[in-house]
């Protein structure tokens, strides 16, 4: 948290590093299209909060004092490391999350990515999103985040109700919300998006947590949520993240994807190849949750990955089906083979009899014919594959609900 005599000089800074970021891409000029083993996505996590929310369970701090320059030299230390050991050369989408990191400087984010830049190649129109609480950022701090590079906000707005945001331990009123969101519209048009939760109970907190919520009158929600949405032009292209214009979060494609990505900073995970080591094999790493813990290994090794997990073939084609199955566009035959060409979905699974059970009770289809633009999908009111063959499958499919969810994101509201 940048003290405030020093905030004009450091988002002057900020500018500075990303206007040389910019330079240098010009000088580079366009590249073409890294191969998936050198592309991945980059998480940043600030771990630090102003207060905790009731309902929290997220990775965050709230304390007395930050160095903030301790935490900016480190997070572009562990950036730089783990670039090396990934042999990852193009880096598309960058995601600041947090805790609340619209609490660190613009500056310390120009810097994690100019490093990103200098270690491998963050090209000028790759999405750099930067989660934002309604009461940390002023429109000029919001400003100065776009001139660091910031071209996405991701806003934690939760709720539109007071008594709402009061049980949720949340330091916003609707006001604060709607004024940062209006401000966030301004600067950046099309590529917004904001954090609503439903399902939140009206009765009071217990012990400092929330009860659960109702699960049939926040299913009720959800579809009555997904309805508004539809309506007003959103598509659902994932469980419960909407967007319009095609403004889709880019990064959490990715995840979805199963793309490679980073995780720098306490507690961030990343699941990549480290080529760079001479690794062929996709690890899940999970860095120390601690800050100052991390921050001492991040000094003394380069990094603070305090967990390395191999990922076996059959785990990781278990994460393809996993998370394709949340978005609208399911498996396609294409997708699958990039990680399993040898055997397809329904060499996998045509033989199996829970997959004949589901099958005849038409929750399930599954598609052999590799022509088919989709070969797994799910449906609405349970889990589905099924078959579009290229022209006739829809721009917008139906989408999901078996994963009942409490909170959805609406992206692109302009
Ligand atoms: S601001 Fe976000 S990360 Fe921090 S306590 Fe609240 S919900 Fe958790």
Redesign the pocket.
């Known amino acids: 948290m940048a003290l405030p005599g020093t905030r004009a000089r450091g988002w002057a800074a900020a500018a500075k590093i990303a206007q040389r970021r910019r330079h240098a891409e010009g000088a580079r000029g366009s590249s073409s299209r890294a191969p998936p083993s050198s592309r991945a996505a980059l998480y940043v996590h600030w771990p630090y ?5 009731s ?4 990775n ?1 701090y ?1 304390p007395r004092g930050v160095d903030e320059a301790a935490m900016r030299s480190c997070l572009v230390t562990e950036a730089q490391t783990l670039l090396r050991l990934s042999g990852v050369r193009r880096v598309e989408s960058v995601f600041f999350g ?3 990191p619209s609490l660190a400087s613009p500056s310390t984010v120009a810097a994690v990515l100019e490093a990103v830049d200098q270690a491998a190649h963050l090209p000028a129109d790759s999405e750099v999103t930067l ?1 934002a ?1 309604p009461t940390s950022p002023s429109g000029a701090r919001l400003a100065a985040f776009g001139a660091a590079g910031v071209n996405r906000l991701s806003i ?1 707005l939760q709720s539109l109700d007071d008594t709402e945001l009061q049980l949720l ?2 330091t916003h009123s609707a006001r604060d919300a709607l004024q940062t969101l209006a401000e966030a519209r301004r600067l950046f048009p099309g590529r917004v998006s904001v954090d609503l939760m439903l399902g939140l109970p009206a009765q009071q907190v217990q012990r400092g947590t929330l009860p659960a919520p109702d699960p049939e009158l926040a299913a009720e929600m959800y579809q009555e949520g997904r309805a508004v949405l539809r309506e007003a032009g959103f598509r659902q292209y994932e469980v419960s993240n909407f967007a319009r214009n095609g403004a889709l979060s880019t990064h959490n494609w990715t995840y979805w994807q199963c793309g490679q990505y980073l995780g720098i900073g306490p507690g961030a995970h990343g699941r990549f190849v480290p080529q760079g080591a001479g690794g062929h094999t996709r690890e899940a790493r999970i860095q120390t949750l601690e800050p100052d813990n991390w921050m001492k290994e991040v000094m003394l090794f380069g990094h603070g990955t305090r967990r390395r997990v191999p990922l076996g073939q059959l785990e990781l084609l278990e994460e393809v089906l996993a998370m394709g199955l949340r978005t609208d566009v399911g498996i396609t035959h294409q997708h699958w083979q990039q990680f399993e060409p040898q055997l397809s979905l329904w060499d996998v699974f045509g033989a199996s009899e829970e997959v004949k059970a589901l099958l005849a009770q038409g929750l399930l289809l599954l598609d052999h014919r590799l022509e088919a633009a989709v070969s797994a999908q799910c449906q609405v009111d349970g889990l589905g594959i099924s078959v579009f063959p290229p022209k006739e499958a829809p721009a917008v499919r139906p989408s999901t609900s078996w994963d009942r969810t409490t909170c959805c994101k609406a992206k692109d509201l302009k």
């Open positions: 909060c102003e207060k905790r929310c309902y929290c369970n997220f965050k709230v947090g805790g609340t989660e609480n934690g331990g949340r």
